[in-house]
């Protein structure tokens, strides 16, 4: 399978990116923006078009996401080629809101407005009184400015306590104490919504809104217009509306009124990572690891995830989230650079020993059936094993690995874990018929260094345990000798 990948961290999160400053040579006036040849666009056209470009071209569309090429990223294509507002469905941690946040990459990278405008209009459709007025009486000098993409983009989770004020409007009493006539159009205080006019706005957790709140939203997505109390008032708003749910919440916590799904022109079904390789790819590409973790400890980590998210003991409903996995493989990054600093190595690298400390950290991340109340440490531990095993088979099947039994064929014991250094390991192994290969087909190459070396010697140690060619013992102080 396909996929994009790419280096950027939650795709462009406009609330913490420092805003560019726009060109010098743009247009400063409405008279100059006419004078250049600037036309009008709605935001679906942008995206249209832009993306349109990008299919033609066969650039990238949405950086950083994993694993969606031939199922879900297709669809939304879709839906933005048909101008459709849209929902994301899916389990929790499947990248519905870093995939929602990459959509504005797809804007242009500038878009003028009419400088001060509070919904910040474009200046060929001035909408409200105050900046009609001011176009009517500046004509072509109207000051505009320039907004960058990463400004268009809105965001609200959505909460019980959410009102109706938050996300389209309400008086402000300020102004109306100011002086101003109750019925005066200019005391209105926008919410989110209008606000994020000429952008793309998205409700996370769109079920957990009141139902009385998500009518507010059905003119929006249909009539393209909001309404604010008794006022007459009407502001033709130009946006993409963006929601994402888990399929559980409608019938757990709340759900989406009737009105509301049908106003949304495409339902998108999320996933997880259909295949190890992808599930890897994400732990690689998301993970800030703080010590080198060897490619096969990745893969038992990537397996571990997917043993976790299958197994019957486990709350399918909730989903087991890609931070699950991302979590695990920092924390068994943690675990070498403890062992280092303790042991005084000059490198960090993770080995088997150190994936056992995320049973117990991530527990908490995991929701169990109700019937496993107490076992689940040692549920969480055998699917570890598990994937241990299975890793193992997938990647050393085939090699004589006689040189590794051979060693306590006599009696002898191996002593590692978590506080055994990677040279005290090595000393007891010393040269083994068979390491060259192993290391290779573990992707630790030619030269591995020390670190590296001792990482694959107890990877095949755990794996000739687990396939019952070697015994293995723990000790009270967290060592592990492994012996015939």
Same mark, same amino acid.
């Given at each position: 399978?396909?996929?994009?990948?790419?280096?950027?961290?939650?795709?462009?999160?406009?609330?913490?990116?420092?805003?560019?400053?726009?060109?010098?040579?743009?247009?400063?006036?409405?008279?100059?923006?006419?004078?250049?040849?600037?036309?009008?666009?709605?935001?679906?056209?942008?995206?249209?078009?832009?993306?349109?470009?990008?299919?033609?071209?066969?650039?990238?569309?949405?950086?950083?996401?994993?694993?969606?090429?031939?199922?879900?990223?297709?669809?939304?294509?879709?839906?933005?080629?048909?101008?459709?507002?849209?929902?994301?469905?899916?389990?929790?941690?499947?990248?519905?809101?870093?995939?929602?946040?990459?959509?504005?990459?797809?804007?242009?990278?500038?878009?003028?407005?009419?400088?001060?405008?509070?919904?910040?209009?474009?200046?060929?459709?001035?909408?409200?009184?105050?900046?009609?007025?001011?176009?009517?009486?500046?004509?072509?000098?109207?000051?505009?400015?320039?907004?960058?993409?990463?400004?268009?983009?809105?965001?609200?989770?959505?909460?019980?306590?959410?009102?109706?004020?938050?996300?389209?409007?309400?008086?402000?009493?300020?102004?109306?104490?100011?002086?101003?006539?109750?019925?005066?159009?200019?005391?209105?205080?926008?919410? =989110? /919504?209008?606000?994020?006019? @000429?952008?793309?706005? #998205? $409700?996370? *957790?769109? &079920?957990?809104?009141?139902? %009385?709140?998500?009518?507010?939203?059905?003119?929006?997505?249909?009539?393209?217009?909001?309404?604010?109390?008794?006022?007459?008032?009407?502001?033709?708003?130009?946006?993409?509306?963006?929601?994402?749910?888990?399929?559980?919440?409608?019938?757990?916590?709340?759900?989406?009124?009737?009105?509301?799904?049908?106003?949304?022109?495409?339902?998108?079904?999320?996933?997880?990572?259909?295949?190890?390789?992808?599930?890897?790819?994400?732990?690689?590409?998301?993970?800030?690891?703080?010590?080198?973790?060897?490619?096969? =400890? /990745?893969?038992?980590?990537? @397996?571990?995830?997917? #043993? $976790?998210? *299958?197994? &019957?003991?486990?709350?399918? %409903?909730?989903?087991?989230?890609?931070?699950?996995?991302?979590?695990?493989?920092?924390?068994?990054?943690?675990?070498?650079?403890?062992?280092?600093?303790?042991?005084?190595?000059?490198?960090?690298?993770?080995?088997?020993?150190?994936?056992?400390?995320?049973?117990?950290?991530?527990?908490?991340?995991?929701?169990?059936?109700?019937?496993?109340?107490?076992?689940?440490?040692?549920?969480?531990?055998?699917?570890?094993?598990?994937?241990?095993?299975?890793?193992?088979?997938?990647?050393?099947?085939?090699?004589?690995?006689?040189?590794?039994?051979?060693?306590?064929?006599?009696? #002898?014991?191996? *002593?590692?874990?978590?506080?055994?250094?990677?040279?005290?390991?090595?000393?007891?192994?010393?040269?083994?018929?068979?390491?060259?290969?192993?290391?290779?087909?573990?992707?630790?190459?030619?030269?591995?260094?020390?670190?590296?070396?001792?990482?694959?010697?107890?990877?095949?140690?755990?794996?000739?345990?687990?396939?019952?060619?070697?015994?293995?013992?723990?000790?009270?102080?967290?060592?592990?000798?492994?012996?015939?």
């Amino acid at each position: 399978m396909s996929q994009v990948r790419g280096s950027v961290s939650e795709v462009t999160e406009a609330s913490t990116q420092l805003v560019p400053t726009p060109p010098t040579d743009l247009p400063r006036t409405l008279g100059e923006l006419r004078a250049s040849g600037h036309e009008f666009r709605t935001v679906k056209e942008e995206l249209r078009d832009n993306l349109l470009d990008r299919l033609r071209r066969g650039a990238p569309r949405f950086p950083g996401i994993v694993g969606f090429d031939d199922t879900v990223l297709p669809e939304v294509e879709r839906a933005l080629l048909a101008g459709h507002d849209m929902v994301l469905l899916g389990e929790r941690g499947q990248g519905k809101t870093r995939l929602i946040r990459g959509l504005v990459d797809l804007l242009d990278e500038w878009t003028p407005y009419i400088t001060g405008s509070e919904l910040r209009e474009h200046p060929y459709q001035p909408l409200t009184p105050a900046t009609r007025r001011l176009a009517g009486e500046t004509g072509d000098l109207l000051p505009i400015s320039w907004l960058h993409r990463s400004e268009r983009y809105g965001e609200k989770l959505a909460t019980p306590d959410t009102s109706v004020g938050d996300l389209i409007g309400d008086v402000d009493p300020i102004k109306v104490a100011e002086g101003r006539a109750l019925g005066d159009p200019d005391t209105i205080h926008f919410g =989110l /919504v209008p606000r994020t006019n @000429r952008g793309i706005f #998205a $409700v996370n *957790e769109l &079920p957990d809104l009141a139902e %009385r709140i998500q009518v507010s939203l059905l003119n929006v997505l249909e009539e393209r217009d909001i309404q604010v109390r008794g006022y007459q008032l009407r502001l033709p708003l130009d946006l993409l509306l963006v929601a994402s749910a888990n399929p559980e919440d409608y019938t757990n916590r709340g759900r989406i009124i009737t009105p509301l799904k049908d106003r949304f022109g495409a339902e998108i079904r999320t996933h997880y990572p259909l295949d190890i390789e992808l599930e890897t790819s994400l732990i690689r590409q998301e993970a800030a690891l703080a010590a080198h973790v060897p490619d096969h =400890l /990745v893969e038992v980590l990537a @397996r571990y995830t997917r #043993a $976790v998210r *299958e197994s &019957p003991a486990v709350d399918s %409903r909730s989903g087991i989230s890609a931070r699950f996995a991302i979590a695990a493989a920092e924390t068994v990054a943690a675990s070498a650079l403890r062992r280092s600093g303790l042991r005084n190595e000059r490198e960090a690298v993770a080995r088997i020993c150190d994936t056992v400390s995320v049973t117990s950290t991530l527990r908490g991340k995991v929701e169990f059936e109700s019937g496993e109340e107490g076992r689940e440490t040692e549920i969480l531990a055998h699917l570890l094993r598990l994937a241990t095993a299975e890793t193992f088979r997938a990647r050393l099947a085939g090699l004589d690995l006689s040189g590794f039994t051979a060693l306590v064929a006599e009696g #002898a014991i191996i *002593e590692t874990g978590d506080l055994v250094s990677a040279e005290e390991l090595l000393a007891q192994i010393g040269t083994v018929p068979g390491l060259a290969k192993v290391l290779d087909r573990l992707g630790l190459g030619d030269a591995p260094s020390p670190g590296q070396a001792a990482s694959g010697v107890e990877f095949v140690l755990e794996g000739l345990h687990l396939t019952r060619r070697l015994a293995k013992e723990l000790t009270d102080d967290g060592r592990t000798l492994y012996g015939s």
